[in-house]
């Protein structure tokens, strides 16, 4: 059965199968919400205007058997068992009926009443599932909660809240769904949650999804959910995809499953926004093989017999054998990086127990010892920043900053849990570009593309933005690259300013909360054609990595200022307006004299710099650990170089661009470094001897 918008409802007999006549039900111009079957043969419709219509479906006549108000708002969900049908709609209710009263009889026609109306949701109440023998029923809404509810032996006694799931989800519960015990939920976020309802624990996220879920549906150990861009997924219970394609050219609206009543196979029946349907065999299409080798997007194929060959924008050609058919369904799904995406993001906690990566589809690991613990959906958009504030905190830059808690599972020893405890700031025209944590403090530092910067002290709720610590003439300039000094027993950041005139800014930070700045380092890099991309200060010795491949090194002209010159100007902020103005007039003469003398120092400065060809593309990242140097690169290579010499010793190729690279924090004899690449894969290199590593 298939309810529309405006043209009430059709009734198909295996339409994959034979060729007959729909039948269509008419009823109102008002649209259809929901339907459930009753018994088999008569027909729940869940209306717009907030009514509940039956039909017989084995009768000639068209017309509703019964039409009666059951809600204010529309009927959004039904669902079924042996004995009650439950109707949630957006007037925050949900109401119970005996099944018995809902089919059509003439001693029946005098007026139908609910068993019982269950109040509890903040918020329209979006979906509902009843378990598998009738017990229980689940219940998801637009505030964000799941409702279990206990509805044995309805007539002996009232039914009543067994347990509340509150913000069990980003975003609006949109469906849920029985797979055994467990509950799953599926969300506006793009994610689906498995609960084991007896703890309350989400024991399995499935991650995929760039869209809305609008259902989910069971198969034995199967779980398929369906996104509102027409793609469906199906995974196994252990969170690994089995295959995804796209089910639905058009938005897609709901999706149920079935079985072939000929041939018992299951079937998916997914709506779409154009008036379609479509029905597939999930489990009968395979995961497609994936094959590694072009770096970056494919851009043409063409295909013989036996072999095709592909053309990528990494500049190359390949010509590859047709693969044989796969063995096992999930035989490739071991390849399958762990981000739908590029890795946009990698962080270490203090310790080096945990790290964290962040992808361009707002997907959020927690790894430790190269092993995957926790995966969190933050938003649907690309996390820009990450830094651990603690141990167990990380702040996420993903639609303005959230901060997360990291907490070990119930469930699995091997897993940790990823919470949401508070969002600390929302964008608000600046999006953050950088963050940085100095580990003894735990002081973190966000850059914004504003050109300010937010510091958030351990203990504090909320960030403190620094506007008024910086010379006017920095307000333009964003900083792209914040990141702790390597000066011993020195709480100091380095915060660098504006790729293509660099400005670095030494700024330390203090336990009495207060922020100053201690040196100015003013320089130009030589190459015009490039810019600036990775830069570092090491010993008073300035390095850069810039868009070429090249490495560039220079003693800079350093600017010292006085602390107690800063912390006056910081805390003297009521000033008279005559003064104000000729302040103004100063600082617009030093603007003018300080571009004055980069202009004069530039000529002589480029004589002092020199570089080094050290990869074939844009440098992506640059590091100093201990008396080694490490690089990463768009071409693909991890390097590791001996500070003194700047002789290579030791190398890595990535199966992509390399987008980030942190080294852990740990101080020992060996290097361990996490990796991540623009197809989503993330590596834990350690180096000793060699460079090893492993990749997921």
């Given at each position: 059965?298939?309810?529309?918008h405006?043209?009430?409802?059709?009734?198909?007999s295996?339409?994959?199968r034979?060729q007959t006549?729909?039948i269509?039900?008419?009823g109102?111009?008002?649209?259809?919400c929901?339907?459930?079957?009753?018994?088999h043969?008569?027909?729940v419709?869940?209306l717009?205007n907030?009514?509940?219509?039956?039909?017989?479906?084995?009768?000639?006549?068209?017309?509703?058997c019964?039409?009666f108000k059951?809600?204010?708002?529309?009927?959004?969900?039904?669902?079924?068992s042996?004995?009650l049908?439950?109707?949630v709609?957006?007037d925050?209710?949900?109401?119970?009926?005996?099944s018995?009263?809902?089919r059509?009889?003439?001693?029946?026609?005098?007026?139908?009443s609910?068993?019982?109306?269950?109040?509890?949701?903040t918020?329209g109440v979006t979906?509902?599932a009843?378990?598998?023998?009738?017990n229980?029923?689940?219940?998801?809404?637009?505030?964000?909660?799941?409702f279990?509810?206990?509805v044995?032996?309805?007539l002996?006694?009232t039914?009543?809240?067994?347990?509340?799931?509150?913000?069990?989800h980003?975003?609006?519960?949109?469906?849920?769904?029985?797979?055994?015990?467990?509950?799953?939920?599926g969300s506006?976020?793009?994610?689906?949650?498995?609960w084991d309802?007896t703890?309350?624990?989400?024991?399995?996220?499935?991650?995929g999804?760039?869209?809305?879920?609008c259902?989910?549906?069971?198969e034995?150990?199967h779980?398929?959910s369906?996104?509102?861009d027409?793609?469906?997924?199906?995974?196994?219970?252990q969170?690994?995809?089995?295959?995804r394609?796209?089910?639905?050219?058009s938005?897609?609206?709901h999706c149920?499953?079935?079985?072939?009543p000929?041939?018992?196979d299951?079937?998916?029946?997914?709506?779409g926004?154009?008036?379609?349907?479509?029905?597939?065999?999930?489990?009968t299409i395979?995961?497609p093989?994936?094959?590694f080798?072009?770096?970056?997007?494919?851009?043409?194929a063409?295909a013989?017999?036996?072999?095709?060959?592909?053309?990528?924008?990494?500049k190359?050609?390949?010509?590859w054998?047709?693969?044989?058919k796969s063995?096992s369904?999930t035989g490739?799904?071991?390849h399958l990086?762990?981000?739908q995406g590029a890795?946009?993001?990698v962080?270490?906690?203090p310790?080096?127990?945990?790290?964290?990566s962040?992808?361009e589809?707002?997907?959020?690991?927690?790894?430790q010892?190269g092993?995957?613990?926790g995966i969190?959906?933050?938003?649907?958009r690309?996390?820009s920043?990450?830094?651990?504030?603690s141990s167990?905190?990380i702040?996420?830059?993903?639609?303005?900053?959230?901060?997360?808690d990291?907490?070990?599972?119930?469930q699995?020893?091997?897993?940790?849990?990823?919470t949401?405890?508070?969002?600390?700031?929302q964008?608000?025209?600046a999006?953050?570009?950088c963050?940085?944590t100095l580990?003894?403090?735990?002081?973190?530092?966000?850059?914004l593309s504003?050109?300010?910067l937010l510091?958030?002290q351990?203990?504090?709720?909320?960030f403190?933005?620094?506007?008024?610590?910086?010379?006017?003439?920095?307000?333009?300039?964003?900083?792209?690259d914040?990141?702790p000094?390597d000066?011993e027993?020195e709480e100091?950041s380095?915060v660098?300013?504006t790729?293509?005139k660099?400005?670095l800014i030494?700024?330390?930070?203090?336990k009495?909360?207060?922020?100053?700045?201690i040196?100015?380092?003013k320089?130009?890099?030589?190459k015009?054609s490039?810019?600036?991309?990775?830069?570092?200060l090491v010993?008073?010795?300035?390095?850069?990595?810039?868009?070429?491949?090249?490495?560039?090194?220079?003693?800079?002209?350093?600017?010292?200022?006085?602390?107690?010159?800063q912390?006056t100007?910081?805390?003297d902020?009521?000033k008279?307006?005559e003064?104000?103005?000729?302040?103004?007039?100063?600082?617009v003469?030093k603007?003018?004299e300080?571009?004055?003398e980069v202009?004069?120092?530039e000529?002589?400065?480029s004589?002092?710099?020199?570089?080094r060809?050290?990869?074939?593309?844009t440098?992506?990242?640059?590091?100093?650990?201990g008396?080694?140097?490490?690089?990463?690169?768009?071409?693909?290579d991890?390097?590791?170089?001996?500070?003194?010499t700047?002789?290579?010793i030791?190398?890595?190729?990535?199966?992509?661009?390399?987008?980030?690279?942190?080294?852990?924090?740990?101080?020992?004899s060996?290097?361990?470094?996490?990796v991540?690449?623009?197809?989503?894969?993330v590596?834990f290199?350690?180096?000793?001897a060699?460079?090893c590593?492993?990749?997921?």
């Amino acid at each position: 059965a298939v309810g529309h918008h405006s043209d009430g409802i059709w009734i198909y007999s295996q339409p994959w199968r034979f060729q007959t006549n729909p039948i269509h039900l008419q009823g109102s111009d008002v649209a259809v919400c929901s339907l459930a079957w009753l018994h088999h043969v008569f027909l729940v419709a869940g209306l717009s205007n907030g009514s509940l219509c039956v039909w017989k479906t084995f009768e000639s006549s068209s017309d509703c058997c019964h039409w009666f108000k059951a809600h204010e708002k529309a009927v959004m969900g039904l669902g079924v068992s042996d004995k009650l049908v439950a109707s949630v709609s957006e007037d925050f209710t949900i109401g119970l009926w005996l099944s018995e009263t809902l089919r059509p009889a003439p001693a029946l026609d005098a007026g139908i009443s609910p068993l019982s109306i269950l109040h509890g949701h903040t918020s329209g109440v979006t979906s509902c599932a009843f378990s598998l023998d009738g017990n229980y029923l689940a219940t998801g809404s637009k505030d964000l909660a799941l409702f279990l509810w206990d509805v044995r032996d309805p007539l002996q006694k009232t039914p009543s809240l067994l347990r509340s799931l509150l913000f069990c989800h980003q975003d609006w519960i949109s469906s849920c769904a029985w797979i055994g015990t467990m509950l799953l939920s599926g969300s506006n976020d793009g994610t689906v949650c498995l609960w084991d309802m007896t703890t309350s624990e989400c024991v399995q996220k499935f991650l995929g999804h760039q869209s809305p879920i609008c259902g989910i549906t069971t198969e034995k150990d199967h779980v398929i959910s369906m996104g509102r861009d027409g793609l469906l997924i199906t995974w196994n219970l252990q969170g690994v995809e089995e295959t995804r394609f796209l089910a639905h050219p058009s938005q897609t609206n709901h999706c149920t499953g079935f079985r072939d009543p000929w041939q018992k196979d299951f079937m998916l029946a997914a709506a779409g926004a154009d008036g379609t349907v479509k029905i597939w065999r999930p489990l009968t299409i395979e995961q497609p093989q994936v094959l590694f080798g072009h770096s970056t997007s494919v851009c043409a194929a063409a295909a013989t017999s036996s072999s095709f060959l592909t053309i990528s924008k990494d500049k190359s050609a390949r010509i590859w054998a047709i693969p044989k058919k796969s063995v096992s369904i999930t035989g490739d799904t071991k390849h399958l990086p762990p981000h739908q995406g590029a890795v946009t993001a990698v962080a270490w906690s203090p310790d080096g127990k945990f790290s964290a990566s962040g992808g361009e589809h707002g997907d959020l690991i927690v790894w430790q010892g190269g092993a995957l613990l926790g995966i969190a959906k933050v938003a649907t958009r690309c996390i820009s920043a990450l830094t651990f504030h603690s141990s167990h905190t990380i702040l996420v830059a993903c639609d303005g900053i959230s901060l997360w808690d990291i907490s070990d599972s119930a469930q699995n020893v091997k897993a940790v849990s990823l919470t949401r405890r508070r969002t600390l700031w929302q964008t608000k025209g600046a999006c953050v570009l950088c963050m940085g944590t100095l580990p003894n403090l735990g002081t973190s530092v966000c850059g914004l593309s504003d050109g300010h910067l937010l510091i958030l002290q351990p203990g504090d709720d909320n960030f403190q933005k620094f506007t008024d610590m910086f010379p006017r003439c920095y307000y333009d300039y964003s900083a792209f690259d914040i990141s702790p000094s390597d000066e011993e027993q020195e709480e100091v950041s380095h915060v660098w300013h504006t790729m293509e005139k660099p400005d670095l800014i030494k700024m330390k930070l203090s336990k009495d909360k207060k922020a100053r700045i201690i040196k100015h380092i003013k320089w130009t890099p030589n190459k015009p054609s490039s810019f600036v991309t990775v830069p570092r200060l090491v010993k008073d010795k300035l390095l850069y990595g810039d868009s070429e491949g090249f490495l560039w090194s220079q003693t800079p002209h350093i600017e010292e200022q006085e602390d107690e010159e800063q912390e006056t100007e910081h805390e003297d902020k009521v000033k008279s307006e005559e003064k104000e103005a000729e302040e103004k007039e100063e600082e617009v003469e030093k603007e003018e004299e300080v571009e004055e003398e980069v202009e004069e120092e530039e000529e002589d400065a480029s004589k002092d710099w020199q570089k080094r060809k050290i990869h074939c593309d844009t440098i992506t990242a640059l590091h100093l650990v201990g008396d080694r140097i490490v690089t990463a690169s768009c071409d693909q290579d991890v390097k590791i170089w001996d500070g003194s010499t700047m002789k290579l010793i030791g190398q890595f190729r990535c199966r992509a661009p390399v987008s980030c690279l942190q080294p852990s924090p740990c101080k020992d004899s060996s290097v361990l470094l996490m990796v991540g690449d623009t197809l989503g894969t993330v590596y834990f290199l350690d180096w000793d001897a060699p460079l090893c590593g492993k990749s997921f």
